[in-house]
C-alpha cells in the first residue's frame, strides 16, 4: 500500500548546521510528495511540496526533490536557526483523492 | 489569517466514556478531515467529509466513531465508549477553498486535541 517512511529518531543539531532528513515512500502510481512541519503549540502547517518527479519544492531555505528513482524527498536546509526547532512530518497524498498518508515525524532541535 | 480551532486542547476521560473533540474548520474550505496520532507513532487519517456525508474511512474508523457538521461551522469527531488505545493526539484538517480553480492538495490542520483514556 502506499507509506511514507522518515529516519527514526530525534534531530539535535547546532545552529548554521547543515540539516538532512530522510523520507522515503512506497506508492502506487505518481503521488504528489509533501513535508509539513509542527511548531511548538502549533497545528501542522505546509513547508513545501512537489507534484510530480524531479520537482524541487522550496520554503523558508529548506528544499526537497521529488526522486522517482530512490522513491525518496529528503528534506534539507543549508543553515538552521533555533526558530527551525519543530516537528517535521513528510507525506503522500494518495492519486486521485485528498487524503494524506504520513510519516512518524522528526523532532529537529537547534542549539545556539 | 483564517485557521482551524479545535477545542478541547487536552481531554481525560474514563474508559467506557462518549468524548466528543470539536473543530471549527475554515469557514469557505470544503472537504474536512480528523486524522490522529498515537505517542511515537504515525500520523494516521481517520476520516474525509465532504458535502455533508463521509467521503472516505480508514479501517480505524469503526463503529465506535461517528462525524457530523451539526451547524454551518463545527465538524465534530464523537468516539462512543473510549478504549485505552484509543489515546491519542487527533488533529482536524480542512481543504479546497470554495471555488478554487483546483485543489493544492494542501490541508490546513488545527492544534490537536490530546485524548488521554484512563
Known amino acids: 500500500g502506499n507509506s511514507v517512511t522518515q529516519m527514526e529518531g530525534p534531530v539535535t543539531l547546532s545552529e548554521e548546521a547543515f540539516l538532512t532528513i530522510n523520507c522515503t515512500y512506497t506508492?502506487?502510481?505518481?503521488?504528489?510528495l509533501f513535508w509539513y512541519v509542527q511548531y511548538p503549540g502549533e497545528g501542522l502547517q505546509l513547508l513545501l511540496k512537489?507534484?510530480?518527479?524531479?520537482d524541487k519544492g522550496s520554503n523558508k531555505g529548506f528544499e526537497a526533490t521529488y526522486r522517482k528513482e530512490t522513491t525518496s524527498f529528503h528534506l534539507e536546509k543549508g543553515s538552521v536557526q533555533v526558530s527551525d526547532s519543530a516537528v517535521y512530518f513528510c507525506?503522500?497524498?494518495?492519486?486521485?483523492?485528498?487524503?494524506?498518508?504520513f510519516g512518524k515525524g522528526n523532532q529537529v532541535v537547534v542549539i545556539p | 489569517e483564517p485557521e482551524v480551532t479545535q477545542t478541547p486542547s487536552h481531554q481525560v476521560t474514563q474508559m467506557g466514556q462518549e468524548v466528543i473533540l470539536r473543530c471549527v474548520p475554515i469557514?469557505?474550505?470544503?472537504?474536512f478531515y480528523w486524522y490522529r496520532q498515537i505517542l511515537g507513532q504515525k500520523v494516521e487519517f481517520l476520516v474525509s467529509?465532504?458535502?455533508?456525508?463521509?467521503?472516505?474511512k480508514s479501517e480505524i474508523f469503526d463503529d465506535q466513531f461517528s462525524v457530523e457538521r451539526p451547524d454551518g461551522s463545527n465538524f465534530t469527531l464523537k468516539i462512543r465508549s473510549t478504549k485505552l488505545e484509543d489515546s491519542a493526539m487527533y488533529f482536524c484538517?480542512?481543504?479546497?477553498?470554495?471555488?478554487?480553480?483546483?485543489?493544492?492538495?494542501?490541508?490546513?490542520f488545527g492544534e490537536g486535541s490530546r485524548l488521554t483514556v484512563l
Open positions: 484538517a480542512s481543504s479546497v477553498r470554495q471555488g478554487a480553480l483546483r485543489n493544492t492538495g494542501e490541508l490546513f
Open positions: 506508492a502506487t502510481g505518481y503521488p504528489s
Open positions: 512537489a507534484t510530480k518527479a524531479d
Open positions: 507525506a503522500l497524498r494518495y492519486y486521485g483523492n485528498n487524503r494524506l498518508a
Open positions: 469557514s469557505n474550505h470544503l472537504y
Open positions: 467529509f465532504y458535502n455533508n456525508e463521509i467521503s472516505e
